[in-house]
């Protein structure tokens, strides 16, 4: 089982960052995936979610009209589009997948990729 982000680096503000995670060895296709990202001396926290069939998709309120997260299940790749970047968006981005069912739950991550905005 993997997830692998990619796309992240350093940004001016108002910039834009393209992250993908690409997921092998699992039924990518029944999960729900979510970006995550955890600033230096602050707890990790939901950045967006989407459903398993991308039929609907959740935002952090720090990010609603400026990051657009979507999926390709035939790629097995999820992506976040980030506009507007702010310095305050500054941190590890962790892709993750869950998955419960009636006798386990399953919930992988990514190794995670750094984004730096500043100028």
């Known amino acids: 089982v993997q997830l692998v982000e990619s796309g992240g680096g350093l940004v001016q503000p108002g910039g834009s960052l393209r992250l993908s995670c690409v997921a092998s060895?699992?039924?990518?296709?029944?999960?729900?995936v979510s970006w995550y990202r955890q600033a230096p001396g602050k707890e990790r926290g939901l950045v967006a979610e989407?459903?398993?069939?991308?039929?609907?998709?959740t935002y952090a309120d720090s990010v609603k009209g400026r990051f657009t997260a979507s999926r390709d299940n035939a790629k097995r790749t999820v992506y976040l589009q980030m506009n507007s970047l702010k310095p305050e968006d500054t941190a590890v981005y962790y892709c993750?997948?869950?998955?419960?069912?009636?006798?386990?739950?399953?919930?992988?991550w990514g190794q995670g990729t750094q984004v730096t905005v500043s100028s």
């Open positions: 989407i459903r398993s069939d991308g039929g609907r998709t």
């Open positions: 060895g699992f039924a990518f296709s029944n999960y729900v």
């Open positions: 993750n997948a869950r998955r419960a069912t009636v006798l386990k739950e399953y919930d992988y």
